[in-house]
């Protein structure tokens, strides 16, 4: 069974960085042919892909969020990781990783951040 789980500040402040970092447990993200996704649910609205790392660690991104966004990961420890650049209160959400074979198959259970000074 695999098993994902977010982890990293509740609060950010307005211009820093969010970072948060998805440990997987059950399963390689080195595997092939999985990719490990990251989401996000802002308050009163869907569901909004933000990217995705490959299991060979090749990068791809929202369009949207592209300038801003970064994905990587630590194979030795089995994490990938979110970094948004100079977020603003609109980047308050909900935010999962989740396996990605086309769709969703594993989620985390989400974290919530507040970006506020």
């Known amino acids: 069974q695999v098993q994902l789980q977010e982890s990293g500040p509740g609060l950010v402040k307005p211009s820093q960085t969010l970072s948060l970092t998805c440990t997987v447990s059950g399963g390689s993200i080195t595997t092939g042919y999985y990719a490990w996704s990251w989401i996000r649910q802002p308050p009163g609205k869907g569901l909004e892909w933000m990217g995705v790392i490959t299991y060979d660690g090749s990068t791809y991104y929202s369009p949207s969020l592209k300038s801003r966004t970064s994905i990587s990961r630590d194979t030795s420890k089995n994490q990938f990781s979110l970094q948004l650049k100079s977020v603003t209160p609109e980047d308050t959400a909900v935010y999962y990783c989740?396996?990605?074979?086309?769709?969703?198959?594993?989620w985390g259970q989400g974290t919530q951040v507040t970006v506020s000074s």
């Open positions: 989740a396996r990605d074979l086309g769709g969703m198959d594993y």
